[in-house]
């Protein structure tokens, strides 16, 4: 068998089919020809070749304009450095390695990745990639597997609304007991934490047994309640069930967290000043609780959805890789995918950089929108 790259995306291409066909949703011949269309088509994609546009010119004069009047902007700033740095340089070298660090891992990523999504760099273009304008973005905005009513943002948004709202349900809701007066709070408090604590990789592992069709734990539970038994990870909306129940599993600890921290905080006097007003439990959660939790809970939950937006360790590993048929993708598993299946990383990065403007605006418009950073006493 031959050794060659094109390889990636005969194999990658053929998968969809043949699990179709394992399913029993196409006939053999149909997935015979599925596979050969496929494969040639991603075979096509890997040595596609973009030639620079017009927009090249553009971008650069953009840049170009930007730059100039950021160091404007900045020289007074950069004057005032240079000044304090020869007044205070022992200062500046404890916190140049820290400097360093961060512009290493966050600054220089950050705008590399930006020229990639630029440019036509690939496994075939790897030493001699150029910038070939927008192109790439074009693309990324056209492709009809991720804006379709069906498609990767579709299911992104469904992954990430169902997932934080069961997280923050079901934190809150444990936190209130264990704030209560419990005998053995300290050991429930314990068992709770456990799911957060426990490596992601090895939780979404362990799901992804416990969902094996013939000896899976929640196939044998159900079937000792005389249910019968489920196909979760044959069938495209049951793998993305149990994908979304494994990562419920192990974000609802952190929210828990959040939330008992919160309440700790609050003054028992308000709770005695209810029951002396006779407000029922419910009463005192919604009035109470609820409204002095929002310092501490809305910024968790911008945590919690951008977080569970770009969880790729549960859905690759529960779904093996958007198993079946790739049906399961989110966004960033797809990003994945055509970085590292396909080799187009010109591409991946367009579309991890509209990830970024996605995620950027729905914080600031959450943060602004709920008024998360002001304090509820309005002070």
Same mark, same amino acid.
């Given at each position: 068998?031959?050794?060659?790259?094109?390889?990636?995306?005969?194999?990658?291409?053929?998968?969809?089919?043949?699990?179709?066909?394992?399913?029993?949703?196409?006939?053999?011949?149909?997935?015979? *020809?599925?596979?050969?269309?496929?494969?040639?088509?991603?075979?096509?994609?890997?040595?596609?070749?973009?030639?620079?546009?017009?927009?090249?010119?553009?971008?650069?004069?953009?840049?170009?304009?930007?730059? *100039?009047?950021?160091?404007?902007?900045?020289?007074?700033?950069?004057?005032?450095?240079?000044?304090?740095?020869?007044?205070?340089?022992?200062?500046?070298?404890?916190?140049?390695?820290?400097?360093?660090?961060?512009?290493?891992?966050? =600054?220089?990523?950050?705008?590399?990745?930006?020229?990639?999504?630029?440019?036509?760099?690939?496994?075939?273009?790897?030493?001699?990639?150029?910038?070939?304008?927008?192109?790439?973005? =074009?693309?990324?905005?056209?492709?009809?597997?991720?804006?379709?009513?069906?498609?990767? !943002?579709?299911?992104?948004?469904?992954?990430?609304?169902?997932?934080?709202? !069961? %997280? =923050?349900?079901?934190?809150?809701?444990?936190?209130?007991?264990?704030?209560?007066?419990?005998?053995?709070?300290?050991?429930?408090?314990?068992?709770?934490?456990?799911?957060?604590?426990?490596?992601?990789?090895?939780?979404?592992?362990?799901?992804?047994?416990?969902?094996?069709?013939?000896?899976?734990?929640?196939?044998?539970?159900?079937?000792?309640?005389?249910?019968?038994?489920?196909?979760?990870?044959?069938?495209?909306?049951?793998?993305?069930?149990?994908?979304?129940?494994?990562?419920?599993?192990?974000?609802?600890?952190?929210?828990?967290?959040?939330?008992?921290?919160?309440?700790?905080?609050?003054?028992?006097?308000?709770?005695?000043?209810?029951?002396?007003?006779? *407000?029922?439990?419910?009463?005192?959660?919604?009035?109470?609780?609820?409204?002095?939790?929002?310092?501490?809970?809305?910024?968790?939950?911008?945590?919690?959805?951008?977080?569970?937006?770009?969880?790729?360790?549960?859905?690759?590993?529960?779904?093996?890789?958007?198993?079946?048929?790739?049906?399961?993708?989110?966004?960033?598993?797809? =990003?994945?995918?055509?970085?590292?299946?396909?080799?187009?990383?010109?591409?991946?990065? *367009?579309?991890?950089?509209?990830?970024?403007?996605?995620?950027?605006?729905?914080?600031? !418009?959450?943060? %602004?929108?709920?008024?998360?950073?002001?304090?509820?006493?309005?002070?």
């Amino acid at each position: 068998m031959p050794v060659a790259t094109e390889l990636r995306a005969v194999w990658d291409g053929m998968r969809p089919s043949y699990q179709a066909l394992l399913g029993g949703t196409m006939t053999p011949e149909a997935a015979a *020809a599925q596979m050969q269309r496929d494969a040639i088509a991603k075979i096509d994609l890997m040595h596609r070749e973009l030639e620079p546009g017009e927009s090249v010119a553009v971008l650069q004069t953009i840049i170009a304009i930007l730059l *100039a009047i950021a160091l404007i902007w900045q020289w007074p700033n950069f004057l005032a450095l240079i000044r304090d740095w020869r007044r205070n340089r022992l200062a500046y070298m404890f916190a140049m390695p820290a400097v360093i660090v961060i512009f290493a891992v966050i =600054v220089f990523p950050f705008f590399y990745n930006l020229v990639l999504s630029l440019s036509d760099m690939s496994l075939v273009r790897f030493q001699d990639w150029r910038v070939v304008g927008l192109q790439n973005y =074009v693309e990324v905005l056209t492709d009809p597997m991720l804006w379709g009513p069906t498609g990767v !943002f579709v299911k992104t948004l469904v992954w990430t609304v169902v997932n934080v709202a !069961f %997280h =923050v349900g079901l934190g809150v809701m444990l936190a209130v007991a264990l704030n209560a007066p419990l005998r053995g709070k300290a050991l429930y408090r314990l068992l709770l934490i456990i799911p957060w604590a426990v490596p992601a990789y090895i939780t979404a592992l362990t799901w992804r047994g416990m969902f094996d069709y013939e000896y899976g734990a929640v196939n044998l539970l159900l079937g000792r309640i005389s249910m019968p038994p489920v196909n979760w990870l044959g069938e495209p909306l049951n793998a993305f069930t149990a994908c979304i129940i494994a990562n419920v599993w192990l974000g609802f600890p952190f929210m828990m967290i959040i939330a008992l921290g919160g309440m700790q905080g609050i003054p028992s006097e308000l709770y005695e000043a209810a029951r002396i007003d006779r *407000a029922s439990r419910w009463q005192q959660f919604w009035h109470i609780t609820l409204p002095l939790l929002k310092p501490v809970l809305l910024p968790a939950i911008t945590l919690g959805a951008i977080w569970t937006f770009n969880n790729l360790n549960v859905i690759w590993l529960v779904s093996n890789g958007g198993e079946p048929q790739d049906s399961t993708h989110i966004l960033v598993s797809y =990003v994945y995918k055509a970085v590292f299946n396909l080799y187009r990383y010109g591409y991946g990065a *367009a579309l991890s950089m509209v990830m970024f403007l996605i995620l950027l605006a729905f914080s600031v !418009f959450f943060l %602004h929108r709920t008024k998360a950073t002001e304090s509820v006493y309005g002070t």
